[in-house]
């Protein structure tokens, strides 16, 4: 055979892999559509539409709690999808859920379920002050959990509660605020790089990674980390009925175990599932309580695309997990109530 013809040969078999790489790639995603639409198919008509569904506690019970998830890191910003479509971030979510209660006569109370290193300042505030107002006007009682972890602004927004619940594990505490940064000065003077920015105050540039920080931002900084730092005691001596000056004494930022927190007062109990009944009913003075999880109604594209997710996500929990350690060690300029070592 002449070199033509086995290149020609070689040409025709790579095509050839091509097309059934191209088929048996669009078989995979056909299955992956079919199966979708089996598992979308599988819900009755009546469970596309949004409702409230047992979670845990009595089926036929008295007093409805509704649980309201506060999971990982605190946040105004949208989620994003493995394939970039944005969802309702975690404020948004715990917004509507709060609104529904609201709207929702048979709903007693709410159970805040917290499992969270905190986050940024703003959003950690504006859900304990939802928190409250909703105590204030609907008169219905807010019960917290604390699950494995809440630290700093999980325990602000655990403020909100009237009781607080923490499983025997979990850390909690961190009573503090931090703005963090990263400063590049001493490695740009090795590289021989200079940052140039032009300013129209001599304030306008703090934080500037390029230069060292000067005594004068250090303090501006300083003030701003206190003055949130204050809004922190505030919230706990109130929510907790404490004395200021006992809350300082405490605040230094360290994490706490349930066990410690219950003993200083911090917490009320610490349990599991049977505890945390216990309280829902004296909350809301029934025999009987259960715990329901609001589910929306999603479209069914939707509904595919979450099946389709659910497919995929094992092969991209890895590089998303990452990517979000990497942001939790350099976080948005900001104001946090954060634990950074979680």
């Known amino acids: 055979m002449d070199a033509h013809k086995t290149i020609q040969s070689i040409f025709h078999i790579l095509g050839i892999l091509v097309i059934l790489g191209f088929l048996s790639l669009q078989a995979g995603s056909c299955l992956l559509l079919v199966t979708a639409m089996n598992a979308g198919d599988q819900e009755t008509p009546a469970g596309r539409a949004a409702h409230d569904e047992h979670l845990f506690g009595d089926e036929s019970a008295e007093a ?9 890191v605190i946040s105004a910003e949208p989620d994003e999808s493995l394939f970039g479509w944005r969802r309702a971030s975690l404020l948004e979510r715990t917004e509507e ?31 304990y002050q939802r928190l409250r107002r909703y105590s204030a006007e609907t008169g219905k009682p807010v019960i917290a959990r604390m699950n494995g972890l809440a630290a700093s602004g999980g325990y602000y927004v655990a403020m909100g509660a009237s009781r607080i619940l923490a499983h025997p594990t979990c850390l909690t505490g961190s009573i503090g605020v931090l703005i963090q940064s990263w400063n590049a000065a001493g490695l740009f003077d090795k590289l021989g790089v200079e940052l140039v920015t032009l300013t129209s105050g001599p304030n306008k540039d703090l934080l500037n990674p390029g230069k060292p920080m000067s005594k004068e931002h250090r303090a501006i900084i300083q003030g701003i980390v206190d003055d949130a730092y204050a809004s922190f005691i505030a919230a706990v001596a109130e929510g907790r009925s404490l004395d200021s000056s006992r809350v300082r004494a405490l605040a230094d930022g360290r994490i706490y175990t349930a ?14 599932e049977e505890e945390l009944l216990d309280l829902l009913r004296e909350a809301a003075n029934a025999e ?15 509904r595919l695309a979450e099946s389709l997710e659910g497919h995929l996500a094992g092969t991209a929990a890895p590089a998303v997990r990452l990517e979000r350690r990497l942001d939790s060690l350099a976080p948005a300029p900001g104001l946090y109530y954060l634990w950074p070592g979680f």
């Open 64 to 72: 409805s709690f509704l649980r309201v998830p506060i999971l990982g």
């Open 97 to 127: 859920l709060i609104d529904h209660a609201i709207e929702t006569e048979s709903i007693a109370g709410l159970l805040v379920d917290i499992d969270s290193p905190g986050g940024a300042v703003d959003p950690s505030d504006v859900i």
């Open 259 to 272: 066990r410690q927190a219950k003993a200083l007062g911090l917490i009320d109990a610490v349990g599991y």
């Open 288 to 302: 009987t309580v259960r715990v329901v999880e609001h589910r929306q109604a999603l479209p069914l594209w939707d």
